[in-house]
């Protein structure tokens, strides 16, 4: 069996996949939390390793495909960099092939994520692509000619990273006024704090928002409406057939998408001289690095 698991800066997910007739579904699965933000990298790599083994339930493992939120170099062996994460420079491979007992494969989360909807989902015979993870931060992934774009050093897509404000909000990657400061899970909460005077997290304002609260619609509107302008930026630099958008924060669907796409439209020059691709959910929602991953390990057998 392959499982395939995904990090991000708040869980660990590890899901089992079966399928029959072109068809991909999630067998089983097991979410843990991420062990906190003073975590170290033998933490992060032992709750991968027993989120993997808790899917496994005694199984032998023939692979594992490992999704991460992180920098990984082209080779497919290190994190280099994960501004959510501790890894820094990482052996990540090797040192969960060892510690799990079976091969490994590495990737970036969101390029997992446009395997997982390249192979059964949104992008499935889509030539030219964006996709965007919204969970924590931002991931993205570009796809040309049906493939994901690696970039010289495997690091392209990186998105989130892209300053959108001149001085703006500091960043856990070191810079300031990144996209993803303004568009993500954090952002979400912070827009949220600030109008309530409470701490919520993601969750429970989506919660919030599904529910028809009037602060929770309209964080998730703020947040959307910035989706969209950096989504404009990379239509006007890439000109793809189609935009998917995943990650947690997508679960409550239109509540995000609608905003995105009005602050596509607005931001996105000569709209009525040209097709503005459409921008919809993956398939496989928060779930789709996961997938990813473990359709890359049994591709690797």
Not at 90 to 102: H, K, M, Q, Y
Not at 200 to 219: F, I, K, M, S, T
Not at 247 to 268: H, I, K, W
Request: glycine fraction near 14%; charged fraction near 15%.
């Amino acid at each position: 069996m392959h499982v395939g698991v995904d990090v991000g800066g708040t869980k660990v997910l590890a899901v089992e996949l079966a399928g029959e007739g072109g068809a991909v579904v999630v067998a089983s699965s097991a979410q843990a939390p991420m062990p906190g933000r003073s975590a170290s990298e033998a933490d992060v790599e032992a709750a991968v390793a027993g989120a993997v083994l808790e899917v496994a339930a005694g199984r032998p493992l023939s692979g594992v495909g490992l999704s991460a939120a992180g920098l990984v170099d082209r080779s497919g062996a290190r994190v280099r960099f994960a501004a959510h994460l501790p890894w820094r420079d990482a052996p990540v491979r090797d040192r969960l092939a060892e510690r799990i007992g079976a091969p490994v494969v590495l990737d970036n989360d969101a390029n997992c994520a446009a395997h997982a909807e390249l192979v059964a989902g949104a992008l499935r015979g889509v030539s030219s692509a964006v996709l965007v993870t919204v969970g924590t931060g931002i991931g993205g992934a570009v796809v040309l000619d049906g493939r994901v774009l690696r970039g010289a050093n495997g690091m392209a897509g990186e998105f989130g990273h892209i300053q959108v404000v001149p001085d703006g909000l500091a960043c856990e990657c070191g810079l300031r006024g990144c996209w993803e400061q303004y568009c993500s899970g954090r952002a979400l909460e912070r827009v949220t704090r600030v109008a309530l005077g409470s701490h919520l997290d993601g969750p429970e304002v989506a919660d919030l928002a599904r529910n028809g609260h009037p602060v929770a619609q309209q964080a998730f509107a703020t947040v959307g409406t910035w989706l969209g302008v950096g989504i404009a930026g990379l239509v006007s630099a890439l000109d793809p057939e189609m935009v998917v958008v995943g990650g947690g924060v997508s679960v409550v669907g239109d509540l995000l998408l609608e905003p995105a796409r009005r602050g596509l439209l607005d931001a996105l020059q000569a709209t009525s001289h040209r097709k503005v691709p459409p921008l919809v959910a993956t398939r496989f929602g928060p779930e789709a690095g996961a997938v990813g991953a473990a359709l890359l390990s049994a591709a690797h057998s």
